[in-house]
């Protein structure tokens, strides 16, 4: 379209030349076409105005002065890492215009040049600016959901799969995620992704327990046209799309043995083979393995590789069941509510009760379990708060009150044991907290306070009731 009916946009463009005519063509033929436009007449102006706004696209003369195209370039993409310029160039300059898409520049326009020509490039050039604006809002998102801020917990468990996970994902090192379903492997996978040197390449998920045997491989390692009934063009595997990024391979113990072969191949040679190819492709993949199962037990039983065993357990990352870090629970609650009210037009909140009903329980669903539980009472609840009544749990998983500490028990009402009550759930639940923390900074009640988020007469006045003392002190009343 190119008179002043088309619709204004927010794309701003800056056009630099020291040539006033040129310049002043340039910018009304933009402005024709509902762009925003700004001029500037020197390679200072410019860089003055990219401090100051958001440009999109940069279009400037090569030759100038005193400062020419290239320094202009060459101090606009500091300022503006993301702008995407254009060169303007003299025909007998064009070997210099290459030159400078070598150094960053998008593309370049010779002079004189047709109206319809340069649409077309500042058109590409601001398709580009978008698709950057796009990846970058993407891996925002995908660091904000994926990050640690994702793992909710300050429980001792948590702080140590944090603190490990923070060391080992700055490294390339292979890493497995052991935890039993629903404890959130791919969290973790997605977290070690999101703190890597990689985290601005792709996450490619794949649960091998959701593919059939026939398909995985070709899932996984691609295919070449006519590899089978129905290959009708070749297609690249999920490792190839991982290329540069990382591949997490969610219950990697239910593949057969010799899809594990050619697994250990890609992790031994870094390269993959397509399914009817004769040839290797290199890739660059950092793996991430999960399983629920225990895979020392597969390997002794022969149903998993020993060297693909070792292979994958470079560095080994276990996710506590929620029943071993029940003080996480009203956390997590908060956690899974803030986020079912963010969808919600009626927005919930929680009642005091609710949080000493759900500690009691053992969750052998594990994360998934609470979080379920949390978005049905957001959805089916009748009043604004939330009540224990709101979140009925089945009787048969309660947590023993009597266990040692670190190590809760379960129960059943079919054992003829007796169940404990709310109190004393949550006050064994309590007890596990202040005694590892005591156990891990002893006297220093201030640290101790500070890792339990409470503070230090509170703390004072739950180790009287439970009796509590620091390790190594003889604290009297």
């Keep these: 379209m190119n008179d002043a009916s088309k619709p204004l946009t927010r794309d701003c463009i800056l056009v630099v030349d020291d040539q006033r005519n040129m310049r002043a063509t340039t910018a009304l033929l933009l402005r024709t076409d509902g762009y925003t436009v700004l001029e500037a007449a020197t390679g200072d102006e410019a860089l003055a105005t990219l401090s100051n ?46 030159q400078a898409m070598r150094e960053g520049a998008f593309d370049y326009v010779t002079k004189p040049f047709k109206e319809a020509e340069l649409r077309y490039r500042v058109e590409r050039a601001l398709e580009r600016a978008q698709m950057q604006t796009t990846v970058d809002l993407l891996t925002g998102e995908f660091n904000e959901r994926h990050g ?33 379903s629903g404890t959130g492997k791919e969290l973790v996978a997605r977290a070690v992704h999101a703190h890597s040197r990689r985290k601005d390449k792709p996450f490619v998920p794949v649960n091998c327990a959701a593919i059939s045997e026939t398909l995985l491989e070709s899932e996984l390692f691609g295919h070449a046209k006519g590899a089978f009934t129905g290959a009708v063009r070749a297609r690249r595997g999920l490792v190839e799309e991982a290329d540069g990024g990382t591949l997490f391979i969610d219950e990697v113990t239910e593949t057969t043995p010799a899809f594990q ?10 390269e993959v083979r397509r399914v009817g190819e004769s040839t290797s492709t290199k890739v660059d993949v950092r793996i991430v393995a999960a399983t629920n199962r225990d895979i020392e037990l597969e390997v002794r039983e022969k149903r ?24 996480d629970v009203p956390e ?24 000493g009903h759900l500690t009691g329980y053992s969750f052998p669903g594990n994360v998934r379990e609470l979080e379920n ?35 809760p028990q379960v129960s059943s009402p079919d054992t003829g044991m007796r169940m404990p009550t709310l109190a004393e759930a949550v006050e064994e639940a309590e007890r596990r907290a202040i005694a590892q923390a005591l156990e891990r900074h ?17 703390l004072w006045r739950k180790m009287k009731r439970l009796n509590l003392r620091p390790s190594g002190a003889d604290h009297r009343d």
């Design 442 to 458: 002893g006297v220093d009640l201030g640290r101790v306070a500070e890792e339990l988020s409470v503070s230090s007469t509170t």
């Design 332 to 355: 997590l609650v908060e956690h899974f509510l803030k986020r079912a009210n963010a969808r919600s037009p009626n927005p919930k909140r929680l009642s005091e009760a609710v949080v």
């Design 304 to 327: 998993f590789r020993q060297d693909l065993y070792y292979r994958l357990n470079v560095v080994t990352l276990r996710v506590p069941p929620l029943r071993e870090r029940l003080e």
């Design 53 to 98: 706004t958001r440009v999109d696209v940069m279009l400037t003369d090569l030759k100038m002065e005193p400062m020419d195209g290239l320094t202009l370039l060459k101090k606009a993409l500091e300022v503006a890492p993301h702008l995407q310029v254009i060169m303007m160039t003299a025909f007998g300059s064009i070997e210099t215009a290459v």
């Design 261 to 270: 072969s050619k697994l250990l191949r890609t992790l031994q040679e870094g």
């Design 373 to 407: 539980l949390v978005e049905q009472a957001a959805a089916l609840a009748e009043g604004v708060e939330l009540l224990p009544e709101d979140f009925p749990l089945p009787p048969n998983a309660r947590v023993e009150a009597s266990g040692p500490v670190g190590s």
């Design 148 to 180: 640690l801020s994702a793992l909710v917990g300050r429980s001792p468990a948590m702080r140590e799969l944090t603190s490990r996970l923070t060391r080992v994902a700055q490294s390339d090192a292979t890493v497995l995620v052991q935890g039993e």
